[in-house]
């Protein structure tokens, strides 16, 4: 490994520990995450020249430059490529994550969640365990596994006060989104992937994993039943009536129902029309904007003071969560501009030789950086006329990718949302939601090698 890649790696290690140990340093994950990200992709453009093949140059280039200046040239298009290229897959998801945020924060304004929280009556901490993990699994394959987190935090605020307790339900939501999106070819962006790439089909891949993905999260269920058995929880009080402005009942349900076909439309958007998804999300946002602008055409400056404007609730949406996400993003997508996640994956292949062990290990390897490499990386490695599609390793792939990142909190789209939007801490999930979802992964594992 040349010195500039023992670099990156060691800036990638000391951001990962900022990140964790964001209390104990007094620095905000968000700021660690943006250093760590832009220092990754300084070292890699600035020691890039080494990874230019002259040979491959034009003849013509070459002939118009020196060798020194035809080098810098070709290094700095080719880096600065990858960069853009990369910002450009990042923006998708950040696009994606803010029209989202965006209208559950509308939702929730309006007072839409109450269509759901006013029917949930049960204190007890079991039973709405229980409730939140099972709906956040089936939510998460007809959304995905970060709508339906950036959702079912958004209900958990109504149901239970204590932030102590909600922190443990968050922990539960990533779980449950996490196995609920493995299973769909729609519910997470790595069985997206092998969908797109002809890998599974869709009808196979549900039949397939839906079994192991529901004993993924039923199993740490079962455990809590047993732990926090005659536990309840609080309930916020009823908030008081907004005093400038009074929002119908008509209006209530109408926003929320708007919102919530606006995020399933989502995937039908993008199966349609052949988008990516970010594209249906912004869609459904601006018709949501619209129909909200001509709710309140009469009363504009009352909706304004009464901070129900569509305008208003773009400025109340997570901007740090939204930040922190481009940082991560940024510093993983590094790694796999430098080789270094494929050199991972291939090195698994060369020193441990069980396929089912790798793909369990990829799984694991999954919850400390980011799915979608490892599983665009393990996609090159393993070419389709040796596992054609629908073959068992892939089918496992999407599993272990899928469901393995719920170990640690930044292993998921959905677990850096929930870190987001509840300030979970990266010690306190290690502690005590790693060894449930760490069960559950491997209990799904054991069940689709053994049992299936």
């Not at 996400?325 to 510093?331: E, Q, S």
Request: with cysteine; hydrophobic share 55%.
């Amino acid at each position: 490994m040349s010195i500039e890649l023992i670099i990156i790696s060691i800036i990638f290690v000391f951001g990962y520990i900022a990140i964790a140990t964001e209390h104990s340093i007094h620095i905000d994950k968000t700021a660690s995450a943006l250093l760590t990200g832009v220092l990754v992709w300084t070292v890699y453009i600035l020691s890039s020249s080494t990874l230019v093949d002259i040979s491959s140059l034009p003849q013509w280039f070459l002939d118009e430059h020196s060798l020194k200046d035809a080098t810098e040239i070709a290094t700095t298009w080719v880096s600065h490529h990858q960069l853009i290229e990369s910002l450009g897959e990042i923006s998708s998801i950040l696009f994606f994550l803010m029209g989202a945020m965006t209208i559950v924060e509308l939702v929730d304004t309006y007072g839409g969640f109450s269509v759901i929280t006013d029917r949930i009556k049960s204190t007890s901490t079991v039973k709405l365990l229980w409730i939140v993990g099972l709906i956040a699994f089936f939510l998460s394959a007809a959304l995905d596994n970060l709508t339906t987190t950036i959702v079912m935090i958004s209900l958990l605020r109504k149901l239970v006060s204590s932030r102590e307790d909600r922190l443990f339900f968050a922990g539960i939501i990533v779980i449950a989104a996490n196995a609920g999106g493995a299973w769909s070819p729609i519910g997470d962006v790595t069985t997206t992937m092998l969908w797109i790439g002809g890998q599974i089909s869709s009808l196979n891949i549900m039949k397939a994993l839906i079994l192991p993905s529901l004993i993924t999260i039923i199993v740490p269920l079962v455990f809590l039943s047993f732990t926090l058995r005659g536990k309840r929880v609080t309930t916020p009080e009823a908030l008081p009536e907004n005093i400038h402005y009074q929002v119908s009942a008509g209006q209530r349900n109408l926003i929320f129902s708007m919102g919530m076909l606006g995020l399933l439309f989502v995937p039908v958007f993008k199966t349609i029309t052949h988008l990516p998804p970010f594209m249906g999300m912004l869609f459904s946002m601006s018709v949501l904007w619209v129909v909200s602008e001509r709710m309140h055409k009469k009363n504009c400056e009352e909706v304004v003071s009464a901070g129900l404007h569509f305008v208003t609730v773009l400025k109340r949406i997570d901007t740090a969560s939204v930040l922190f996400f481009l940082g991560i993003l940024l510093a993983v997508s590094a790694l796999q501009a430098t080789g270094l996640l494929a050199s991972v994956a291939l090195g698994l292949d060369k020193s441990v030789g069980n396929m089912d062990i790798i793909i369990f290990l990829i799984g694991l390897l999954s919850s400390v950086v980011d799915n979608v490499p490892l599983v665009a990386a393990a996609m090159g490695m393993y070419d389709m006329v040796t596992f054609p599609m629908d073959h068992e390793m892939w089918e496992f792939l999407a599993y272990a990718a899928g469901t393995g990142g719920s170990v640690l909190i930044i292993g998921s789209a959905a677990g850096v949302a929930a870190m987001g939007m509840e300030r979970i801490n990266f010690f306190w999930y290690m502690k005590v939601m790693s060894p449930l979802a760490l069960i559950g992964y491997v209990a799904g594992a054991v069940f689709y090698q053994f049992v299936l």
